[in-house]
């Protein structure tokens, strides 16, 4: 081999072993909880005005825990490294493409505070330093949760309930007793209320929706006028509701056909919250 051969092969061999390190960075996306605020997630601040540590996700958590190692803790430099994020963070930045919801409480539950995709900014004065559980909501809509509140049922145990017993057939305990109705559907002998206008009445604001006709599936939807009326939703604006199609029946109806068939005014909705156990 010449010296010139020696020479080039020797230059070739050298690019050759450097050129796996000529690697070009990908951007930042929606990485593995690693203490950065990337596309895609959602992240929470130790201190106000979106400084400090920081906490991101990309799915929601309902149990943030209490202790070290097993809880979700602040990873970014900053204020508040390692530190558990429960009852701990202070602003936040939804990078994601949902809304997400901050709860007060465990299990999606307590009062909460919206935060729509690509929006930043500070808890509010109840939930600074009180957050407690965090939802992706679907469509930018609030979806039916039973968790905290002590119903035998879940949301979608109750919508199976529902269709299961969908019926035309008169059923004397069915008849005039649509709040007892739902309570069977949520796993209740006896819904603990009287009327369904007052179980509306009794039902905390964090879990009343007013006036939104965007009811998700396993959501009670109330109506006003006398001892009111309430039904439960299966999805899609559609409810089964009690003696709508005959009395003692079960049928599917929307919230339409409550106010112009029976002339009662539609109030909002709730989560499944009872008096039967509060």
């Avoid at 540590?53 to 943030?64: E, R």
């Avoid at 701990?88 to 919801?101: K, Y």
């Avoid at 939703?233 to 106010?259: C, M």
Wanted: charged share 10%; hydrophobic share 35%; with cysteine.
């Amino acid at each position: 081999m010449t010296m010139l051969k020696r020479i080039v092969t020797a230059v070739a061999t050298t690019l050759a072993l450097a050129a796996p390190v000529l690697i070009i960075a990908a951007p930042a996306n929606a990485a593995a909880r690693d203490g950065v605020c990337d596309s895609g997630e959602f992240c929470y601040y130790y201190n106000s005005d979106e400084a400090g540590s920081i906490s991101d996700f990309t799915t929601s958590v309902s149990d943030y825990g209490t202790t070290e190692p097993s809880c979700y803790d602040f990873k970014g430099a900053g204020n508040g490294k390692g530190t558990c994020i429960k009852n701990n963070a202070a602003s936040v930045w939804n990078r994601s493409s949902q809304t997400v919801r901050v709860y007060f409480n465990t299990g999606y539950a307590g009062t909460y505070q919206d935060f729509a995709a690509g929006a930043k900014g500070n808890l509010n004065s109840t939930l600074k330093n009180n957050n407690a559980s965090h939802q992706f909501l679907t469509s930018g809509g609030s979806t039916c949760s039973a968790s905290g509140l002590g119903d035998p049922n879940t949301c979608a145990q109750a919508v199976s309930w529902a269709k299961s017993h969908e019926t035309t057939t008169y059923h004397a305990d069915y008849y005039d007793r649509c709040d007892h109705v739902v309570g069977l559907a949520y796993g209740w002998s006896a819904s603990g209320s009287t009327t369904a206008y007052s179980h509306w009445l009794a039902v905390p604001s964090a879990y009343k929706h007013a006036g939104d006709r965007n009811v998700p599936a396993g959501g009670l939807a109330f109506f006003g006028g006398g001892a009111g009326h309430v039904m439960i939703s299966i999805g899609g604006g559609q409810f089964v509701s009690s003696d709508i199609g005959g009395n003692g029946t079960l049928t599917v109806t929307t919230i339409a056909t409550i106010e112009n068939n029976w002339g009662k005014p539609y109030l909002g909705w709730t989560q499944p919250w009872f008096q039967a156990n509060h």
